[in-house]
Each structure stands twice: as structure tokens, then as C-alpha cells.
């Protein structure tokens, strides 16, 4: 257990509808991640946050957005949702903002069902 | 741009055999973190190891060891004494100096066979 929780473990849900994924990092992690993995395009960075800011940006499509929380735990808003927009998304948390001395913990992850 | 290529999309052998997967990369940053996740089946991705650009010893951990050269941009990864349990699938990931996300290469679909 990574000490890293990802809400729902799954969700089915139509084109073009708006979904929202939770995350909550490890205690005393200031720094979230989000990440995208399908069989198409493989594990993709989507966005960091830093204790309440944005961070970095990956390969984030517009439809998505994301926010980081005074409590540290994350959101990840996927609208207009595609078919192409299944996936398992992870969230990770990692202490330090560049981790260059940490190391990033995964979620179990959320798996998206669009139909 | 930084790339990372896992070669091999799937090893299978048997139990108890030796096995290395193997991991290449490519970046401009003099400073860079290398990383091996592990995703059984289950679907979590599993931290085993982080090594930075700046430290070239090698690294053993039990079964396990990572062998860096930076002459020839390689990171892999070698499970010694394969067990059933080591099935999985194996990411080889880089971070820049300046950024924070990872990037991750394929994966090696790895089959112990018992």
C-alpha cells in the first residue's frame, strides 16, 4: 500500500459526459501528479500540482483540468468525454516539488469506461 | 525532448532463471533521475528504485540489481533466480533536472513461467 488513495477504483460513463476523479496523497506529501495510461498512448504525465498550485504541465488535453486542494488532495475533471478517453488514471505524491530527492508513489488508480 | 525505450515488450522464462530487462534512454539535462516501477496484475505501479544521473554505482537489492552506464544512456534492471511472483510488467522512467513529470518508456512484459 503506497499510502496514496484514488477514488472511484472505476467508473462507466457516456460520450460526452464530465466525470471527476479524487486523489489523496501520502501524509506529508505536498505534491501530486496525474497521470494517463492506455494501450494507445502507454503511461502519460497530465499534471503537477504543488501545495495548492500548478506545477508542471504534460500531455493534459483542454477537456481535463485539475486542482489541488487547502487539505492537498486533488481533483482531475475529464469533460466531453471521448472514447479515446479510457484509460487508468494514477494519481501520485512525492515530498519534495522537483522529487529530486523523492521518489513518486502511485494510487491504485481509477479506470475510466467510456461508452 | 526526452525519450525512454524499452526494447523488449515481452520476456518469458522459466523459474529460477536469470532475467534482464533492459532500458535505454535519452535526455539533454546533465541532470536526470532514472526510475523501475513494477505493475503486477493487480494494477498498481510499484516504486523499486531511483537512481540519479550523477551516481553510477550500481545497485543490489536482494534478487534484484540495476546496472547504469552512462557511456551507453542504459539503465537495466536483472532479477536474479526468477520466481512466479516476479510476473509482471516492468517500466523503466526518466526525469528531467528541470521537470517534474516522469516519462515513462513502454514496458517489458515479463512471464515467469513455474
Known amino acids: 500500500d503506497s499510502g496514496v488513495t484514488q477514488t472511484p477504483k472505476h467508473l462507466i460513463t457516456a460520450t460526452g459526459q464530465r466525470v471527476t476523479l479524487r486523489c489523496s496523497p501520502r501524509s506529508g506529501d505536498l505534491s501530486v501528479y496525474w497521470y494517463q495510461q492506455s494501450l494507445d498512448q502507454g503511461l502519460q504525465f497530465l499534471i503537477q500540482y504543488y501545495n495548492g498550485e500548478e506545477r508542471a504541465k504534460g500531455n493534459i488535453l483542454e477537456r481535463f483540468s485539475a486542482q489541488q486542494f487547502p487539505d492537498l488532495h486533488s481533483e482531475l475533471n475529464l469533460s466531453s468525454l471521448e472514447l479515446g478517453d479510457s484509460a487508468l488514471y494514477f494519481c501520485?505524491?512525492?515530498?519534495?516539488?522537483?522529487?529530486?530527492?523523492?521518489?513518486?508513489?502511485f494510487g491504485p488508480g481509477t479506470r475510466l469506461t467510456v461508452t | 525532448a526526452q525519450k525512454v525505450t524499452q526494447a523488449q515488450t515481452e520476456i518469458s522464462v522459466v523459474e529460477k532463471e536469470d532475467v534482464t530487462l533492459d532500458c535505454v534512454y535519452e535526455?539533454?539535462?546533465?541532470?536526470?533521475?532514472l526510475f523501475w516501477y513494477k505493475q503486477p496484475p493487480s494494477g498498481e505501479l510499484v516504486f523499486l528504485i531511483r537512481r540519479n544521473s550523477f551516481d553510477e554505482q550500481n545497485e543490489i537489492s536482494g534478487r534484484y540489481s540495476w546496472n547504469f552506464q552512462k557511456s551507453t544512456s542504459s539503465f537495466n534492471f536483472t532479477i536474479t533466480a526468477s520466481q512466479v511472483v516476479d510476473s509482471a510488467v516492468y517500466f523503466c522512467?526518466?526525469?528531467?533536472?528541470?521537470?517534474?513529470?516522469?516519462?515513462f518508456g513502454k514496458g517489458t512484459h515479463l512471464i515467469i513461467q513455474p
Open positions: 501520485a505524491s512525492s515530498a519534495h516539488p522537483r522529487g529530486s530527492v523523492s521518489e513518486q508513489y
Open positions: 535526455t539533454r539535462d546533465t541532470t536526470y533521475y
Open positions: 522512467a526518466l526525469r528531467g533536472g528541470g521537470a517534474d513529470g516522469l516519462t
